[in-house]
């Protein structure tokens, strides 16, 4: 039985776009593995020192900081047992664990990079900047409000945060490196694949021309293209499946880049409810009930509040 042309141009246009895609982004993973095991992501953790002493938060809490760089849980767990042992009080603990998030930024370079990149060029890495500059600002109004409420600490002896050993040899971190690039690499595949093949098949059976004339009205409350609904019904659920639409409507030329960034940032701002699933029983398992909830709140409502301010200006001086 012959396939229909829809079906047939929906294959090889997959394939066009899949065939680089994969071997990008296995190097990529192995790459980011690489750099983790040689403990590079250690020596920037420096960076962010400035801002507790910019904070008036004590020495306790920016090792905490470095740590988080390794280690988020291990960071939180360690601001929960200086203030149960009275070092620190509990504004210092939640801002520090609010400053803290990051490093978890910063490091997404590690999940978001390699399936970006591959997938929609040079725009994923804007997408990433534009997540960092979130992160950072968000971290700025902390430590500026903490300056203001706290009384500057005694500085001391920093601890040294734990790390990865990169004294390894060669052969032997190459071989760690790879055995933990399956489980990312696989988990990502299982999704970018099936949704190419979704994307590409709904733009070849012009399901995006017919969205474009059904959904005008709701482009009059979001500053994006019609076609850019899609994405960020994708990014809601999934990275890696936004970045595989994106990537189809690019490279059908439905899509510009600026709709792009915007479509990824509004979709990740609207996954925050999802999110949450998996956010409430970390924060309430590390810091207990009331503080979990304290810091979960001033977390997210924070990050909502500055990732809406980055969006309405990348959409007014992006035109």
Not at 147 to 176: C, F, K, N, Y
Not at 193 to 201: Q, T
Not at 246 to 262: E, I, K, N, P, S
Request: some cysteine.
């Amino acid at each position: 039985m012959e396939l229909p042309v829809w079906m047939i141009a929906t294959l090889r246009a997959s394939w066009r776009f899949l065939g680089p895609f994969v071997p990008m982004l296995a190097a990529g993973i192995i790459a980011a593995e690489v750099l983790v095991a040689l403990g590079w992501m250690r020596r920037l953790a420096w960076l962010g020192r400035p801002l507790t002493a910019l904070g008036h938060l004590p020495d306790e809490c920016a090792v905490s900081f470095v740590t988080a760089f390794m280690s988020p849980a291990a960071a939180n767990a360690m601001l929960v047992r200086h203030h149960q042992n009275g070092i620190i009080d509990r504004r210092a603990l939640i801002a520090t664990a609010i400053v803290n998030t990051f490093p978890g930024v910063i490091l997404h370079w590690r999940t978001v990079l390699p399936a970006a990149l591959p997938l929609i060029g040079r725009w994923g890495l804007v997408y990433y900047g534009l997540l960092v500059l979130v992160g950072l600002l968000k971290t700025v109004v902390v430590a500026l409000t903490t300056r203001l409420l706290l009384v500057p600490p005694a500085r001391g002896r920093r601890e040294t945060p734990p790390g990865r050993d990169s004294r390894l040899p060669l052969r032997q971190l190459l071989g760690g490196s790879l055995r933990r690039s399956w489980q990312p690499l696989w988990r990502i595949l299982s999704t970018a694949v099936p949704m190419a093949l979704v994307a590409f098949a709904l733009i070849e059976s012009g399901v995006f021309v017919a969205l474009e004339r059904h959904l005008d009205f709701v482009l009059d409350y979001l500053p994006l293209a019609p076609a850019a609904l899609a994405v960020v019904a994708a990014r809601v659920v999934s990275n890696v499946g936004a970045f595989a639409v994106a990537g189809g409507l690019l490279t059908a030329g439905q899509l510009g880049g600026r709709d792009v960034v915007l479509a990824l940032l509004v979709g990740n701002l609207l996954a925050t409810g999802l999110n949450l699933r998996y956010l409430v029983p970390y924060y309430l398992g590390i810091f207990g009930p009331r503080l979990g909830v304290q810091v979960l709140a001033m977390s997210t409502l924070l990050r909502l509040a500055v990732m809406v301010v980055v969006i309405t200006a990348v959409a007014r001086l992006w035109a």
